[in-house]
């Protein structure tokens, strides 16, 4: 007689038979998890995951790893009930790893065993695998239970990068006793965000790992800056996985301060230099092959503020940046990015040319050459714009076929029109408005 | 209108006489008697009566417990405790301890695994007060070093069970000293001491005869001198964990065939060094061997099985992962075995690329059997285990087939319609 039948007779062996099965998936998830860990032991430079969408026909492990390419997969059929039974689990030793306030700690099982069996009441199954689980994780003491629970958090934080649960256990009880640790650390998030790059709680968990590394003092003073800059070319990463990341972008700025604000003694003033002329040049290319990722050109925008405060010669760059600019919007017709990076740029420049003035202004009267010099700057960018604004209405008027130049010069028009109401500049009469 | 109480009518301890009383809450836990000492003030006799303090078991509560809390209850127990575990209660010290072993003198049973921050000087002061010691747990105690074996071996000459686990800083002559105090040891636990115990072992077959559980688990420097010396002298042993030491080879097991045939349990995960003729001595010998662990033994073949199956009556768990040359002819014959039918609850056999459905097939007559074990067996099928789980109802089989009925919703089982019905 046959266990699997579908009749009334049966229905208590089907339920019989469907909580066995139930205990047979905790093994199993047990099981992966292991070899998911063996995986993150054996192999330190994982550097790349996915999860494989596949049914399960052979009895072989759903963990594929490629020692000799640092490649890790898993496949997609078993996903669902590792994720469900190690969050069962994650979920318990979070509970238990709150220090209970005034009830004992046997008070704080029964609550939540209780609680387990009231979500799913009714559901024979689920109440007694709350119980299995109880029992089987309250012999571990609590240094293993740590280290379970960051088992646990980091098979679920591969699988599902936006717990936030998982990531701040992780910032409760990683506790990084050595640089290597720290960067063990720092490899499994790039590892995560290979998959995903646009996960802010990654982002955010990356800062939490530098700053706690130079709490602790774990990096060498001489070795800072490099230490950040390398940070900054693992973020190239995930800046190339997906257009426009705006957490990577402003994760990268974050960095560049980080760097700007120590002072002689750990970073020298060559050093940032260097560093912000080679992220000025880099940017450049990004831009020149990303032309609408707004995102990189608002850390150029960035960047540029932070070199004029740095002492650079202001005039020369923001000049040279308006004329590249210029060269694009002609070269890639309709894009708006580079439209509002020109405007960001002309708001610099003035605020620039202002703060020059003040500056200059309380040491010493100006002589009248300086102040006619920055009146003439003023004068010299309304004369570009100008300038531009024609060449791309005469433009249009010429060829009022194409779609991407009838959109530029849509664009063009509210450009005059921004000019007019920030800037109090009156460019109406090179263009014919159309309201 | 209200009904006043009468004082005499509901007091337990007017009811009822001391003796029954104080049975009644021996039966209760620590947090349980602490709850009841703040009732009132015949309640907080009663449960904290020493009587009632003779085990206690700590474990649950870790961290928070720190030295002034075991201080307390030493001093509230006194003679009555015997049985105490601190077991990963990382805050107690040696201060603590000290305090303890003085109020304590009749403590018999000590656990104090994952107490890290205990040092030579509680062993010293357990020495000096518990001379009634019988058991004692020391597992990852870091700290302790051999000074606290020869405390122990001169202050606690009933010591039956001892686990030094873990503990680096012990090194052979500690443990020879310690055979040599403690001649009545039973339990020898000595797991994860990598470069240790060879001699360890010698010590312990020349002074302790009694022994009867020995673990090594990870003592990757033993050799087959050692294991053959124990053999030899103790031949009680029931329970023999020698996984984790590659060096071993046949000798050993010739050895044990000889000398240790009331081996129950054999774990020799991991001794790669061992063949079919080793086991075939140890078979032919030791009939009442139960539990066998031989994961990683890659040189056995399906003659060992034979033996086994021939030898052992009484085998109920058997773990045979990553022995590669095991086919379905081994566990045809093992399926045939005496112990097949009523004995066998275990049977591993993860990582054996040779095994197909015709060993399930094989084992549908084995009605105790409660787990197999067949993870990476690439040739079987779901369909062979399906079968198998038709003629053994109450069976879980694990391998990597995703499990039949497809997991419940996380969010709960709330009936969903589609958009079309919601609107008719």
């Given at each position: 007689m046959s266990p699997i039948g579908g009749d009334e007779r049966n229905g208590s062996n089907f339920r019989k038979k469907c909580v066995i099965i139930d205990e047979n998936v905790a093994e199993l998830c047990d099981k992966i998890l292991q070899n998911l860990s063996n995986t993150f032991d054996k192999d330190d430079l994982l550097d790349e995951f996915d999860i494989i969408p596949c049914e399960s026909k052979l009895n072989q492990s759903p963990v594929i790893h490629d020692l000799t390419s640092h490649k890790l997969a898993l496949e997609s059929w078993c996903v669902p009930y590792l994720y469900k039974h190690s969050y069962h689990q994650f979920l318990w030793i979070c509970r238990k790893s709150r220090k209970p306030s005034t009830s004992s700690s046997s008070n704080t099982t029964i609550q939540s065993s209780n609680s387990g069996s009231r979500r799913d009441s009714g559901n024979i199954a689920s109440s007694k695998r709350e119980k299995e689980l109880s029992r089987k994780l309250s012999c571990l003491s609590e240094s293993e239970r740590i280290s379970k629970g960051l088992l646990l958090s980091r098979a679920l934080i591969i699988i599902n990068p936006e717990l936030t649960l998982a990531w701040n256990y992780r910032r409760d009880y990683f506790h990084p006793t050595s640089l290597e640790a720290l960067e063990r650390e720092q490899r499994f998030v790039s590892l995560v965000m290979s998959r995903k790059p646009k996960c802010p709680e990654g982002f955010t968990y990356r800062k939490w790992l530098i700053?706690?590394?130079?709490?602790?003092?774990?990096?060498?003073?001489?070795?800072?800056?490099?230490?950040?800059?390398?940070?900054i070319d693992m973020i190239e990463q995930p800046i190339r996985s997906y257009s426009t990341n705006y957490h990577a972008w402003s994760y990268r700025f974050w960095l560049l301060e980080l760097v700007l604000t120590y002072d002689k003694t750990v970073v020298s003033k060559d050093q940032k230099e260097r560093m912000l002329d080679r992220e000025l040049q880099k940017s450049n290319t990004w831009i020149k092959s990303n032309v609408s990722d707004y995102s990189g050109c608002h850390y150029r925008q960035k960047l540029l503020e932070c070199m004029l405060n740095f002492g650079t010669d202001g005039t020369l760059l923001l000049l040279k940046e308006l004329d590249e600019n210029e060269k694009r919007i002609f070269i890639f017709e309709g894009h708006e990015s580079l439209w509002h990076h020109r405007r960001a740029i002309i708001l610099?420049?003035?605020?620039?040319f202002k703060k020059f003035k003040d500056n200059n202004s309380s040491k010493a009267p100006p002589s009248s050459e300086e102040y006619d010099g920055l009146e003439a700057l003023e004068k010299t960018l309304q004369d570009k714009e100008s300038d531009l604004v024609q060449q791309i209405e005469s433009k249009n008027y010429n060829d009022?076929?194409?779609?991407?130049?009838?959109?530029?010069?849509?664009?063009?028009?509210?450009?005059?029109?921004?000019?007019?109401?920030r800037l109090k500049w009156d460019l109406t009469k090179s263009v014919h408005l159309e309201v | 209108k209200t009904r006043v109480c009468m004082e005499e009518e509901?007091?337990?301890n007017q009811k009822l006489p001391k003796e029954l009383l104080l049975r009644i809450f021996s039966y209760l836990d620590v947090p349980a008697l602490c709850r009841c000492a703040q009732v009132s003030k015949p309640w907080n006799l009663l449960a904290l009566d020493g009587s009632?303090?003779?085990?206690?078991?700590?474990?649950n509560f870790q961290t928070d417990i720190e030295g002034a809390v075991v201080e307390n209850i030493a001093r509230r127990s006194g003679g009555f405790l015997k049985k105490l575990s601190l077991r990963g209660c990382q805050s107690v010290g040696d201060n603590a301890m000290k305090t303890f072993s003085e109020q304590c003198p009749n403590i018999e049973v000590l656990n104090l695994e994952e107490c890290k921050q205990i040092t030579d000087a509680t062993c010293i002061s357990l020495s000096r007060n518990g001379r009634k010691l019988q058991r004692l747990d020391l597992a990852s105690c870091s700290n302790i070093t051999d000074e606290s074996l020869k405390a122990l071996s001169e202050g606690c000459p009933n010591?039956?069970?001892?686990?030094?686990?873990?503990?680096?800083?012990?090194?052979?002559?500690?443990?020879?000293?310690?055979?040599?105090?403690?001649?009545?040891?039973?339990?020898?636990?000595?797991?994860?001491?990598?470069f240790v115990d060879n001699e360890s072992a010698i010590h312990l077959a020349t002074q302790c005869p009694l022994l009867e559980v020995v673990n090594f688990n990870y003592a990757a420097a033993l050799t087959d001198e050692a294991i053959q010396r124990l053999a030899q002298n103790c031949l009680n042993i029931h329970y023999l964990c020698i996984s984790g030491c590659p060096n071993l080879t046949d000798a050993t097991l010739l050895a044990l065939a000889q000398y240790c045939h009331k081996l129950t349990t054999f774990e020799a995960a991991g001794c790669s060094q061992f063949t079919d003729n080793g086991f075939q001595a140890l078979a032919r010998n030791c009939h009442y061997l139960e539990k066998m662990d031989l994961e990683d033994c890659v040189l056995i073949t399906d003659n060992t099985l034979t033996y086994l199956a021939a030898g052992c009556p009484r085998l109920e768990q058997l773990t045979l992962s990553h022995c590669e040359l095991i086919t379905d002819d081994g566990i045809r014959q093992l399926g045939m075995a005496p112990c097949a039918a009523e004995h066998l609850t275990v049977l591993e056999l993860d990582n054996c690329p040779l095994i197909t459905d015709a060993s399930l097939e094989h084992l549908v007559s084995c009605h105790n059997l409660q787990r197999i074990e067949l993870y990476d067996c690439q040739l079987i099928t779901r369909a062979g285990i399906r079968r198998l789980r038709n003629h053994l109802p109450n069976i879980s089989v694990h391998a990597y087939f995703a499990p039949m009925t497809p997991p419940p919703p996380v969010g709960g089982s709330r009936q969903r319609y589609c958009r079309c019905c919601v609107i008719l």
């Open positions: 700053k706690k590394a130079l709490q602790k003092c774990l990096v060498e003073p001489s070795r800072i800056q490099d230490f950040i800059s390398h940070e610099l420049s003035m605020n620039h009022t076929e194409n779609e991407c130049s009838q959109l530029n010069s849509t664009l063009c028009q509210a450009h005059v029109k921004w000019m007019g109401r | 509901g007091l337990i009632n303090w003779q085990k206690i078991d700590l474990f010591l039956t069970h001892i686990n030094i686990s873990w503990c680096d800083n012990i090194s052979e002559k500690g443990v020879g000293l310690l055979a040599r105090g403690c001649p009545k040891l039973r339990h020898f636990i000595a797991k994860g001491r990598m």
